[in-house]
């Protein structure tokens, strides 16, 4: 859920010496005027699309969408890549990463979808992470928003690590995931990813590797857009968009459809077991993004087991 008081914008020429200053005040000294004002010069060209997050007016973070990829792969395929995400350490864990996230993932849809040429569109995006333990909160959520590895392996500089090489764990050792844009993210425990247009897919096409396929049915709508279905529990399940639940609501809702799963699974119509399952999908992903972690009860653990058995 993204703080109130956050929003995101396109990058102007006139915010690189302000960038600039809130890193340097953190001591990220590689990240000078000059290379936001070159940023900014690369969007006026087309090269490069960047995204400017604010909280109360401050700036919070970035993030760009690279339009041509510098790692091989995903430059071949002509995959949009997404790139120098950063959220100053003050304004984290308010959901300002997810908001620039989802910013570049629109920015790459809306162009595919203005691309009139098949072979123009990229249904794929891209998105590195490095391997160092600061990157962890960064896996998380690529993960919860349904990245998947692409398959490659570990590349350092742009380059696949071939088996038994020897490299540094620095910023240039990096894993590549991609998204298919449009499918439902992936959440731990549903076992596949439920879409409403047509079916939800897995993986990179581009690299030769068979989609994995799930079969979805849309869900019926009214003329308005909403989910219709005479079913009380599909009605329920339809709901507020997660993003703005308050942590309360949202713990409650879910324990809700959780409760009432197995109900649904068995009895419900078959509208109203997709929207049960959309709505879960929904929020269980919304709960991963605010807390990637979750509450692990100690006594679930093989560990805790053991203790109470001695």
Not at 241 to 263: G, I, K, N
């Amino acid at each position: 859920m993204t703080a109130p008081g956050t929003a995101v914008r396109p990058l102007v020429a006139a915010d690189a010496g302000t960038i600039a200053a809130a890193f340097a005040s953190i001591g990220w000294t590689d990240k000078t005027t000059a290379k936001y004002q070159w940023y900014a010069a690369q969007q006026e060209a087309g090269e490069r699309v960047v995204w400017v997050a604010e909280h109360d007016g401050d700036f919070a973070g970035y993030g760009c969408v690279l339009w041509r990829s510098d790692y091989p792969p995903f430059r071949e395929a002509g995959v949009p890549e997404i790139v120098d995400l950063n959220v100053l350490p003050r304004f984290r864990r308010r959901g300002i990463g997810s908001a620039l996230l989802a910013a570049a993932e629109a920015t790459v849809a809306d162009a595919t979808a203005a691309k009139a040429s098949a072979a123009e569109r990229s249904p794929v995006v891209g998105i590195g992470v490095g391997l160092g333990p600061d990157y962890g909160p960064a896996f998380r959520l690529y993960v919860a928003r349904g990245y998947q590895p692409d398959g490659r392996g570990v590349a350092y500089d742009g380059q696949t690590v071939r088996p038994g090489a020897t490299i540094r764990v620095d910023d240039s050792a990096t894993l590549y995931f991609t998204r298919r844009l449009g499918d439902r993210p992936f959440v731990p425990g549903h076992g596949s990813v439920v879409s409403g247009h047509g079916s939800a897919r897995f993986g990179y096409e581009a690299q030769g590797q068979q989609p994995r396929t799930v079969p979805a049915r849309p869900i019926p709508t009214t003329p308005g857009g909403s989910p219709m279905d005479t079913d009380p529990v599909f009605n329920a399940a339809a709901g507020v968009p997660a993003s703005r639940l308050s942590d309360e609501d949202l713990r409650r809702e879910m324990a809700s459809l959780h409760r009432t799963r197995e109900d649904t699974f068995k009895h419900g119509s078959q509208q109203a077991l997709e929207c049960h399952i959309h709505r879960t999908a929904e929020l269980e992903e919304e709960y991963l993004v605010r807390f990637p972690e979750r509450e692990v009860d100690p006594r679930r653990l093989r560990a805790g087991a053991r203790a109470e058995v001695d």
